[in-house]
């Protein structure tokens, strides 16, 4: 709630700071229009003066937002008009640049235009004559402004409030970077509170059958016929060996994630691996009545790869698509060759992944929830385990799933890694 109420308050001091900085450079704005307009009003009144004429200067017309006319219907000299406008500008220090154009005043027609740089100091009012000895007609003349550099000249003028919006946005991205990051942490402190639970009732089954058999061989060891006695060893036998594989697991993604664990690579079949990992998953399908049905079609299948932990993350994926499936499980496997490597593609009819929670379906401790943390075994280390391995060998994953649809993971792997 805190966090929430934080945010719509960071949100709420952008927009009032937004609405302040639009509302300073309308300010600036108005300011320097305003400046611009006085000036080119005292220039007219010269120009007429100049020309021994008593008629009452007409407002300057703002044409756009750069650009201002002012109307003389009196005879213009280019020199004249350019020192005029340089002393009018530079009293109100509007050292900003600027281009006038000298204008037939019957037909609007240019009869002389320049360019002024900014000028910031009075000694160079009078540079640059030599091009403004070009004399106009007789005539009358009206004469146009236009200072392309206007914006950036009002945002100079706004350094303290575009500061003042510069550092509240740096503490806005700090402060969302920090909210991230929390949020990031409670994530992951749930995710490993879930995975210690899920642990411990991993590690609590083969640890209480050891125990039962340990106990049985310790009372009535000597009174058991013996192929009892056979039978509880490999009870204790089994049951250690699925400890070891369990522990070795996390060990392993602990290697992983320190990046300390080499890869062997070796030249492997990949269509080998796949036989291998699905005679590893054969009892539990068979038990529970699974179809698996094989599509091998790429033609080239050996590729330089780490065959232990290549099918041990192929098991994986065939495990995943076991365990989720409610009803007998229907596997469907393919490959085939894509670009410098071989495409495979793991498809079940199992309960499938909402839309919402794929992307963390390859994050560390991460478990798909089905409702019941215990009803299907699992740390949560799988997929992230099978990222790890994939990414390790210059490969990809990812996922296509429909929630109670099933899923098809895809794992492309190039022939040379």
Same mark, same amino acid.
């Given at each position: 709630? +805190? +966090?929430?109420?934080?945010? #719509?308050?960071? *949100? *709420?001091?952008?927009?009032?700071?937004?609405?302040?900085?639009?509302?300073?450079?309308? =300010? /600036? /704005?108005?300011?320097?229009?305003?400046?611009?307009?006085?000036? $080119?009003?005292?220039?007219?009144?010269?120009?007429? /003066?100049? =020309?021994? &004429?008593?008629?009452?200067?007409?407002?300057?017309?703002?044409?756009? !937002? !750069?650009? #201002?006319?002012?109307?003389?219907?009196?005879?213009?000299?280019?020199?004249?008009?350019?020192?005029? $406008?340089?002393?009018?500008? !530079? %009293? %109100?220090?509007?050292?900003?640049?600027?281009?006038? *154009?000298? &204008?037939? =005043?019957?037909?609007?027609? $240019?009869? #002389?235009?320049?360019?002024?740089?900014?000028? #910031?100091?009075?000694?160079?009012?009078?540079?640059?004559?030599?091009?403004?000895?070009?004399?106009t007609p007789p005539g009358h003349y009206n004469f146009v402004v236009v200072f392309p550099d206007k914006n950036t000249h009002i945002f100079n003028e706004m350094q303290f409030w575009i500061l003042s919006t510069i550092v509240l946005l740096v503490v806005i991205v700090f402060f969302g970077y920090t909210l991230y990051s929390i949020l990031q942490e409670k994530r992951l402190s749930e995710l490993k509170a879930d995975f210690i639970n899920n642990m411990t009732h991993e590690l609590q089954t083969p640890i209480t059958n050891i125990a039962i058999a340990s106990e049985v061989l310790k009372n009535s060891g000597a009174n058991l016929p013996s192929a009892k006695t056979q039978r509880y060893h490999e009870i204790i036998f089994q049951e250690n060996e699925r400890l070891k594989e369990q522990v070795e697991r996390v060990l392993q993604m602990a290697e992983l994630e320190k990046k300390e664990m080499a890869l062997t690579k070796t030249q492997t079949n990949v269509h080998q691996l796949l036989q291998d990992s699905l005679q590893r998953l054969s009892l539990r399908l068979q038990k529970r009545a699974g179809k698996v049905s094989c599509h091998l079609q790429a033609s080239q299948f050996t590729i330089q790869a780490d065959s232990m932990h290549l099918t041990n993350a192929l098991y994986n994926i065939l495990d995943n698509a076991e365990k989720y499936s409610p009803q007998s499980p229907e596997i469907q496997i393919s490959t085939r060759n894509y670009q410098k490597g071989i495409l495979i593609s793991i498809a079940d009819k199992g309960l499938g992944i909402r839309k919402e929670v794929q992307s963390y379906i390859f994050d560390t401790f991460y478990r798909v929830s089905t409702g019941n943390v215990h009803n299907v075994r699992g740390f949560g280390l799988g997929l992230s385990y099978v990222k790890t391995i994939i990414h390790a060998h210059q490969g990809s994953i990812w996922v296509n799933s429909q929630e109670n649809q099933g899923s098809c993971f895809e794992l492309y792997l190039p022939f040379r890694a």
């Open positions: 709630m +805190i +966090i929430v109420l934080a945010t #719509f308050s960071l *949100g *709420g001091l952008v927009t009032v700071q937004l609405f302040w900085l639009n509302k300073a450079f309308k =300010a /600036e /704005e108005k300011e320097f229009n305003f400046s611009v307009q006085v000036a $080119l009003s005292n220039t007219v009144q010269h120009l007429l /003066e100049k =020309a021994d &004429l008593t008629a009452t200067p007409k407002p300057i017309k703002q044409l756009a !937002s !750069s650009s #201002f006319l002012a109307e003389v219907n009196a005879p213009v000299k280019a020199q004249e008009l350019d020192t005029l $406008l340089k002393y009018e500008f !530079s %009293r %109100r220090h509007l050292t900003i640049p600027y281009e006038y *154009g000298i &204008l037939n =005043a019957e037909d609007d027609t $240019l009869m #002389f235009g320049n360019y002024v740089p900014a000028t #910031f100091k009075k000694q160079n009012l009078l540079e640059n004559q030599a091009d403004l000895t070009t004399t």
